[in-house]
């Protein structure tokens, strides 16, 4: 059997292959409400046959949203719509994950298709807020620092998330501490220069995190795996460490994180040697430094290349992003490229290969 074939149990939950689905944003709710759109979306990936959905960065707040266009759970009215997504992914036999997510300094931007819309006109501007006022580049405004007072809120609000999350019957939260938004504005010594408890020493630019982590970790029930995304480098010398991410790690698993899911950047503009397999090292890093499972993320795109990681050890599992964009079928094809029968749903028997 081929590794990417192969389960994978964790401690809650167990993964029918090792192909995830990596989160990405829609850009497509309003008001954070899931719509037809993100149904057909996830289903189509899960009629594919990953075995898990990692749905997209979902706001924990308004002002968490990157666009006003972004998905959220800030209130119980979400639930229904993502509820169905959820009931559709188990009948497929396809687990149900969701990135909670702050944006920070990142939030209220246009969506990508329309960079020059008037947000301001439109009525779709907010003040971003940070952990430090520093700007995300020459475009940006700069963020409001947050107060302890709200620091402490927006913990409350990712544990709400997590609670209403739990209640719609994910079977995964990730929490969004990656590619420069809130969370690792706060790990990144580049962009917090707070002097109080939330920062300076890594100690306390981990603080933050680790407080989330804690109280989500409160409301969730025993059957719900916890994940977090991190960027396990900022490209940068003075930045956030290969090295801090492996000490992160550790406390993460001691904490009861069943998972990193391992990307890099986005913090700052640096140069990255974007390339196939181009973060797979810090994935295999963390796994061999910790003992934590990883996930593997960032321009894998065949099944070959795929089960190589695996089969190398250097990741337990492997996060498919764009290459699911263009191919929801992607596992079926990866299983008759790796020489085994693909599972395919009743209805789409007919589609099999006969050689
Ligand atoms: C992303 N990515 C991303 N990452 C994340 O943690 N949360 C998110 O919501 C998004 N949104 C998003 C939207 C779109 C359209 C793309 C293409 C990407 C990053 C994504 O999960 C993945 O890490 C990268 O795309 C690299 O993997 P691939 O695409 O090379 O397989």
Redesign the pocket.
């Known amino acids: 059997m081929p590794k990417l074939f192969s389960p994978l149990n964790l401690n809650q939950i167990s993964l029918k292959n090792r192909i995830v689905m990596?989160?990405?944003?829609?850009y497509s709710s309003d008001d954070g409400f899931a719509n037809d759109w993100h149904f057909v979306h996830y289903s189509s990936r899960a009629v594919g046959g990953v075995s898990a959905i990692i749905q997209?960065?979902t706001a924990i707040s308004p002002k968490g949203r990157i666009s006003y266009k972004d998905l959220g759970l800030w209130k119980d009215e979400h639930m229904h719509n993502l509820n169905k997504i959820v009931d559709f992914l188990h009948k497929q036999n396809c687990l149900a994950g969701i990135?909670l997510?702050h944006a920070g300094r990142k939030a209220s931007t246009p969506v990508?298709w329309n960079p020059k819309e008037n947000l301001k006109l439109n009525n779709n501007y907010w003040e971003s807020v940070a952990p430090s006022p520093i700007p995300f580049n020459s475009d940006s405004d700069i963020p409001k620092e947050l107060t302890i007072q709200e620091i402490n809120k927006i913990i409350q609000e990712f544990k709400e998330a997590s609670h209403r999350a739990d209640k719609i019957g994910y079977d995964i939260v990730e929490i969004?501490a990656?590619?420069g938004y809130l969370i690792h504005q706060f790990l990144s010594p580049l962009s917090n220069k707070r002097t109080d408890d939330y920062g300076g020493n890594f100690n306390n630019r981990i603080r933050f995190l680790l407080e989330i982590i804690s109280e989500v970790k409160n409301v969730l029930s025993k059957k719900v795996s916890l994940w977090v995304?991190i960027s396990a480098t900022d490209w940068i010398e003075e930045g956030w460490s290969n090295e801090d991410s492996i000490q992160l790690s550790i406390l993460l698993k001691n904490m009861g994180v069943d998972v990193i899911d391992v990307?890099t950047g986005g913090l700052v503009n640096a140069k990255i040697p974007v390339q196939p397999n181009y973060q797979v090292p810090y994935a295999k890093n963390i796994k061999k430094e910790t003992g934590i499972i990883t996930g593997a993320?960032?321009?894998?795109?065949n099944a070959i290349q795929a089960e190589e990681i695996l089969e190398n050890n250097e990741a337990d599992f492997i996060?498919?992003?764009?290459?699911?964009?263009r191919n929801p079928y992607f596992p079926m094809e990866a299983a008759s490229i790796l020489g085994i029968n693909p599972l395919i749903p009743p209805p789409y028997e007919r589609a099999k290969i006969v050689f």
């Open positions: 990596s989160p990405m944003c829609q997209e960065a990135q997510s990508p969004h990656a590619h995304r990307s993320v960032g321009l894998i795109t996060l498919l992003g764009r290459e699911l964009l």
